[in-house]
């Protein structure tokens, strides 16, 4: 893929969510929601703050980030539906997954 961020943005995989209820019900394409959780695919190199200084990102490659329902642009990368958003529109990453994992 070649696609490289631009500042505080960041490209990201949404994590599909399960195709069956709590209950073990079915849910069809047209009822599920778009889901909020998704996986780093790359980082911008970071924002500048008012007076020039490097402000580097809090997420990088491999987190896995919960972010809003409407947040960020769709694209199409090879095929593959993306989106970008600001850093600041992601609410966190989720601890314990991915490349943000840390030894305990």
Do not use: C, N, Y
């Given at each position: 893929?070649?696609?490289?961020?631009?500042?505080?943005?960041?490209?990201?995989?949404?994590?599909?969510?399960?195709?069956?209820?709590?209950?073990?019900?079915?849910?069809?394409?047209?009822?599920?929601?778009?889901?909020?959780?998704?996986?780093?695919?790359?980082?911008?190199?970071?924002?500048?703050?008012?007076?020039?200084?490097?402000?580097?990102?809090?997420?990088?490659?491999?987190?896995?980030?919960?972010?809003?329902?409407?947040?960020?642009?769709?694209?199409?990368?090879?095929?593959?539906?993306?989106?970008?958003?600001?850093?600041?529109?992601?609410?966190g990453v989720?601890e314990g997954?991915?490349?943000?994992?840390?030894?305990?």
């Amino acid at each position: 893929m070649g696609f490289r961020p631009l500042h505080d943005r960041v490209l990201v995989r949404r994590i599909e969510a399960e195709e069956k209820s709590a209950g073990g019900i079915i849910i069809p394409d047209t009822a599920k929601e778009k889901p909020q959780q998704g996986e780093v695919l790359a980082v911008g190199p970071g924002a500048r703050d008012e007076d020039g200084k490097h402000i580097a990102p809090d997420v990088k490659p491999g987190d896995t980030i919960v972010f809003g329902k409407w947040s960020g642009t769709e694209i199409k990368i090879d095929g593959e539906d993306l989106l970008v958003m600001k850093e600041s529109d992601i609410f966190g990453v989720v601890e314990g997954t991915g490349a943000g994992q840390q030894a305990a």
